[in-house]
């Protein structure tokens, strides 16, 4: 069991429609909702950084 924190947060029906399509594509087969999801976050929140907010 993964010692990570749980959480639900509820997402619009595009975004949801939008990380449905990623698990469709090459790079993301295999991969679970919850780990794009992870992916997408961490991509954002490193983005964030390089802008300096």
Known sequence: MTDMRRITISLP???DAA???LKGAERFKGRTYS???RY???LGL???DRRGT
Do not use: G, R, Y
Request: proline share 0%.
């Open 19 to 21: 990380v449905e399509a």
């Open 46 to 48: 490193k983005s964030e």
């Open 35 to 37: 780990q794009i999801i």
């Open 13 to 15: 029906d595009d975004l």
């Open 40 to 42: 997408l976050l961490t």
